[in-house]
C-alpha cells in the first residue's frame, strides 16, 4: 500500500510539473510571437542583437516616418463634415496594409500617437485615455494592430502619448495624476501584451505653448515634469527604452539628455546648414540621436536626411498635408518620391553619400506641384527653396512663365502670379549672379489653368 501512495504521489507529481511546463509557456507565448526586439548598444540601434541596416550609411541609425493619425477619430463630429462616413478601423486598416511597401523602401520605424496630431483642423477630440489616465479599449484595439503589423514587417513603432491640442474639452486628461496614470497605464499595456518592437515618446514637443492649457501645464512643460514621467514609464516597464521629443530647432536639454534613454529632437525649423552643429552639440551624451520629425519636402528633405545621417542621426518625415491631414492618405513610395529614393539608397549596404552633390546650390519650386490646376483669376501661389547658396556672392532669383521674365522674387522666395489666359504653363526660377550671368536654375513646373470649373 505504502508504494502503491508513492506511484500516486509520484503520478500527480509528475502531472502537476507537466501542467506547469504548459501553463509556463501558455504565459510566454504572447513574448514569443514578437519576431522584431529592437535594443540599443551604446549608441547604435539593434533588431534582434543584429545592428540595424548593416552595411548602409545609415547602420545603426533608426530611419522613420511620421504616422501619427493612422489610429485618428473624433469624437467633436468634425471629421464627418471633413470626410462624410470616416471610420477609424477602416482607416488603421489602410495603413496597415501599405506597411510593407514603406518598410521595402528604408523605413525602420513609424511613429504613431495615442491623441495623434493636427488633422488639418481645430478642435478634434482624439485620445486613447480616458479623463483619469485609463486607457480606452477600441483605441488600444487600433494601436496593437499597427504595432503587431509592423512587427510582422521587421519594424519598430515610436508610441507616443501626448499632443499639445488635446485640451480644454470634456474627454481631456484632468491633471497631473490622471497624466502619470496615462503614462503608467500605457506602459504597463506595452508589457502585459508582450510587444518588443516598441519605444515610447511621452510628449510630442513637450515645451509647446499648447500643453500649458493643459491642467498642471506648467508641470508637464517643464524638464522636471518630463523626467519624472520617463521615470514612472521605466518603473512600470523596465525593458522600455523611454525618451520625449524637443521642438523644431534640433535642441534637447541637459536633464532629458541624461534621463532618457534616446535623444528625441525635430528638425522642422532647423536650417539644412545648422543640422551637423545641432546633431554634434548631442554626441556627448553617447545616446543615440533620432530625429522623429521634418516637415520639409522634396529635394530639401532628401538633403536633411543625408546630412543627418552623414552626422550620426536617424531621421524621420513628416508629411503634414498627405499623411496627416484627413483624409489620411498613405502612398508609400509615391508619398514623396525623392525623399523615399533617399531613405532607399542610405539604407542600403555599400551606398556612398556624394557630400559634395549633396551641398551643392539648388533652387527648387516647392509650390505650386506639377500638374496642379488653376481657375482664371485665381492667384497662383509660389513658394521656392533656395539651398546651399553662396552667400558671399550677391545673386538675383528670376521668375520665368514659359521661358519669358514676369518678375524678380525678393528674399522671402515666395509671391503670387496671375494668369493672364487659360492653358498650360511652365514655371522657373533662375539665379544669376550680379552681372547677370546665369548660376543654375530649377525644374520647370507645369501647371494648368482652366476658364472655369467644368
Known sequence: MRYFGLLKY????????????FLTGCNNESAKEFSTHITIIGDKWYFNDRIINEGSPAEGLLMNVRMVNTLFEDRSGQLNKVVPDFDPVTSTKVFTGIIP???SNGINAFTISLQGGNPGYEGAINTAFNPDGSLRESYMERAEKVIRACDANNAAVNLSLFYQRQHSHQKALTGKESIINAVENTAGWIAEKGFTNVILEISNEYRHSGFRRWVDGDWLTSEDGQAELIRRAKNRNPDLLVSTSGMGDGRFHETLAREADFILIHFNHT??????SRIKDLKKYGKPILCNEDEKLGREAAVSQALS??????????????NQWAPFIFSGADDDPEV???YRNITSPGYQIDHEALVKPYIYMGYPGQGDVFLMGQPVYIKLYHLFPDRATNHNIK?????????RVDDELKLYWNPETHGIYE???????QDGNELYRS?????FVHRDRR
Open 10 to 21: 509520484s503520478g500527480f507529481i509528475i502531472v502537476y510539473s507537466l501542467l506547469i511546463i
Open 101 to 103: 511597401e514603406y518598410v
Open 271 to 276: 536650417w539644412l546648414d545648422e543640422i551637423p
Open 309 to 322: 545621417v552623414l552626422n550620426g542621426s536617424g531621421w524621420g518625415f513628416m508629411y503634414l498635408r498627405k
Open 340 to 342: 523615399y529614393g533617399m
Open 399 to 407: 521668375l520665368l512663365v514659359n521661358d519669358e521674365y514676369v518678375t
Open 427 to 433: 514655371l522657373e526660377a533662375v539665379v544669376n549672379d
Open 443 to 447: 525644374p520647370k513646373t507645369a501647371i
